[in-house]
């Protein structure tokens, strides 16, 4: 079993730099990868990146790369959302999520690969 809490999410500004934290507990953190997921009204959850167990490889969805930065401390048992630049577009529910059947070094985009959910923040940027 893993429980994952999201934090970090509010109100914030177009431009504005908050960051996402997502504190894990049970199974070892370094045996899973971590994603992070957000759901935007009236729409479906949608991959935002992704981390490996060891935190060597990463992969991030179009709308968020080179703005949005995933890191992982396994020491800590915390994997970090940095998200730069914000757009109002960038508002929706952000969830983390642990992926139990990764590989060392492998990561995935695909919501079905993610067996524990954290209940999600919020996060609205206006403009």
């Known amino acids: 079993q893993v429980q994952l809490v999201e934090s970090g999410g509010g109100l914030v500004q177009a431009g504005d730099s908050p960051r996402l934290s997502c504190a894990a507990s049970g199974r070892a953190f370094s045996s899973y990868s971590m994603g992070w997921f957000r759901q935007a009204p009236g729409k479906e959850r949608e991959f935002v990146a992704s981390i490996s167990r060891i935190g060597t490889t990463q992969n991030y969805a179009d709308p968020v790369k080179g703005r949005f930065t995933i890191s992982r401390d396994n020491a800590k048992n915390t994997v970090v959302l940095q998200m730069n630049s914000l757009k109002p577009e960038d508002t929706a529910v952000y969830y983390c999520?642990?992926?139990?059947?990764?590989?060392?070094?492998?990561?995935?985009?695909?919501?079905?690969?993610?067996?524990?959910w954290g209940l999600g923040t919020q996060v609205t940027v206006s403009s």
């Open positions: 999520a642990a992926n139990t059947s990764s590989g060392w070094t492998s990561i995935s985009i695909r919501e079905k690969e993610y067996k524990y």
